[in-house]
């Protein structure tokens, strides 16, 4: 080897690492110096702007002392339940019905995704037209001569949450549907078959043999919702703007609402670590199961 | 027909139907004037094809003060999606590449850090990104939005191309450097001519949550600068005198245009890149 191509070998030992270099600083600093600096905000007395000073735990105190932000709570964990459970189950039915050697699979599967590729804005704009209790479905069934039909949801602050479901899951289902026939596809058939000469009814092979065989899919899928759940904020915007009242605020509202509009940083950044505790909270079991299958 | 096969049918139908119901009330509004909103019920088909919500959405309509319709949000919505989806993917693209091909101590950590941000909740960073911002003099304007959504969406498409990368042989990537071809020739004559799908699914996968996002939106744009989302919000709750609901359904279907056509043109690409952004790692 000559003198003269040894810069040339170093620099071309350096050349990934300065391509990646953008991303990884960029990685560094805005995604873990902004926690690390939002975490800050969270132990100082930032109102209106941003002081760094020390008060401990005082804003979380004030955001455990909040009303408001226990509603909040206890909406996402009703809509999160709700929504990932009612995704599941629709998502799952969806499949296996689709997994029957349907005609127009194709067709049906692109009905049933669409709304993936819609805004939450623009799927919360369409729901809040059709919930309106004046014109919408209330109004329909009232003029199809049922008159005491009632429904209205959206305006009442012990059901509004629904509502969100209803729209969450008429957005999301679909997903999970793509999911579970994928996964459908992949069990052996041979399996089913051998089964089936044993004779075994299909309900009951679905039962016992592939549903079972699905827990991976259903793995991926219920992190994936409750990551969409932990995260909702245009829907609620878009559908019920967090109304009636502050009735279907969830984290992610109340985490704007007190940091942008209000004027209480600290208590909008404790409120962000506490998003940011439920999502480590489901992320670190995933992570570990995931590294210990790929150990084995 | 057997009964079994007409349950299927029958389920597959409904469910299709609770699917298709809220567009279809969608467009019958946005085509009928506010007499026969008022009239009809929400199903009732209009009785002409009028387009003039249509209109009035795109360019009277009020979205808060200014009152000159979805048109400009729109182009905005252009001008931040088209800079950040090019960026973010050929970013992606050469990060996955580093990171199967010419992998060095410490490209798996980077990886894995970068997973990490795909997962985090957004708001935990909206506070100091919205200082920095400011900073950097760019607050409230499109290249703030743009800059954004580069660096948030690069963690995706670094995932999408590593993952695809990874089932490239490597033999082929070594016998091309013992041929004496370097890290750029490698990559233009035998990564990037097999890397179309992966791209199609990276351009899709970014130009679909950019043009639909609302909360980097609303929280680092203002005025004229605002993504179409922030305005289709806006226009729905601004409320002066009569509420236009054919309108706002007008407005919506505008907004959810330009992701509708490439979910149909391109669904194949979409859902691969859902289902690879599902099955992480």
């Excluded at chain 1, 953008?22 to 132990?43: C, D, K, R």
């Excluded at chain 1, 702007?49 to 909406?75: S, T």
């Excluded at chain 2, 590449?97 to 985090?120: A, H, Q």
């Excluded at chain 2, 990559?187 to 950019?210: D, G, H, K, N």
Aim: charged residues 10%; proline residues 4%.
């Amino acid at each position: 080897m000559n003198a003269s191509s040894k810069p040339k070998l170093s620099f071309g030992e350096y050349l990934p690492k300065i391509v990646v270099a953008p991303t990884f600083v960029a990685t560094l600093i805005f995604i873990y110096g902004f926690m690390l600096w939002n975490a800050w905000l969270s132990f100082s007395s930032s109102r209106m702007l941003p002081k760094y000073d020390w008060v401990g735990l005082k804003q979380y105190e004030r955001l455990f002392a909040n009303d408001r932000w226990w509603v909040a709570a206890e909406n996402l964990l009703i809509f999160g339940v709700l929504f990932i459970v009612t995704c599941l189950v629709i998502g799952l039915f969806l499949a296996i019905f689709l997994d029957q050697k349907v005609r127009a699979e194709g067709a049906i599967r692109t009905i049933y995704l669409y709304p993936m590729a819609l805004s939450f804005i623009v799927t919360g704009t369409a729901w809040k037209w059709i919930l309106n209790p004046e014109l919408g479905i209330q109004r329909m069934f009232r003029e199809m001569g049922w008159e005491s039909f009632s429904f209205d949801w959206l305006v009442n602050s012990d059901m509004a949450i629904y509502t969100v479901v209803i729209a969450g899951v008429w957005q999301s289902s679909g997903f999970v549907m793509a999911l579970c026939l994928a996964g459908l596809r992949g069990v052996d058939e041979n399996i089913v078959k051998a089964a089936r000469v044993d004779g075994a009814s299909m309900p009951a092979i679905y039962r016992r043999i592939i549903i079972p065989g699905l827990g991976p899919v259903f793995f991926s899928a219920l992190i994936v919702l409750t990551h969409i759940a932990i995260k909702s904020f245009d829907l609620i915007v878009a559908l019920t703007g967090g109304g009636p009242g502050y009735a279907t605020d969830v984290p992610a509202t109340f985490m704007y609402t007190y940091a942008f509009t209000r004027g209480q940083i600290g208590v909008g950044s404790a409120a962000s670590m506490m998003m940011l505790m439920a999502v480590v909270a489901i992320i670190v079991p995933y992570l570990y199961s995931e590294l210990r299958e790929k150990k084995q | 027909m057997s009964l079994n096969r007409i349950l299927i049918y029958g389920v597959l139908t409904l469910a299709a139907m609770f699917y298709l119901l809220p567009l279809l009330v969608m467009v019958i509004t946005s085509l009928k004037d506010l007499e026969e909103i008022r009239n009809g019920t929400m199903l009732t088909l209009p009785q002409s094809l009028n387009f003039t919500a249509w209109d009035k959405a795109w360019s009277t309509a009020c979205t808060g003060v200014s009152c000159e319709g979805l048109k400009g949000y729109f182009w905005n919505s252009v001008l931040i999606v088209v800079p950040a989806v090019l960026v973010s993917t050929i970013l992606g693209a050469l990060n996955g590449y580093v990171l199967t091909k010419w992998r060095f101590r410490g490209s798996n950590l980077f990886f894995g850090l970068l997973l990490i941000g795909t997962m985090i909740p957004f708001q935990v960073i909206l506070l100091p990104m919205a200082r920095t911002l400011g900073f950097l003099g760019i607050a409230g304007t499109t290249w703030g939005l743009i800059l954004v959504h580069i660096i948030y969406g690069l963690a995706f498409t670094t995932l999408f191309f590593r993952n695809y990368y990874i089932s490239v042989p490597s033999e082929l990537v070594n016998a091309a450097r013992i041929d004496g071809a370097g890290f750029w020739m490698i990559f233009y004559r035998i990564i990037l001519p097999i890397s179309t799908p992966i791209l199609v699914v990276s351009i899709i996968w970014q130009f679909t949550q950019i043009w639909n996002d609302f909360l980097f939106g609303v929280v680092y744009s203002s005025g004229d600068y605002q993504p179409i989302t922030v305005a289709l919000n806006n226009l729905v709750n601004t409320s002066t005198g009569v509420k236009e609901y054919n309108v706002d359904m007008a407005a919506a279907i505008i907004a959810a245009l330009p992701t509708l056509f490439v979910y149909i043109v391109a669904g194949k690409y979409f859902v691969r890149g859902l289902t690879a952004g599902a099955v992480k790692g």
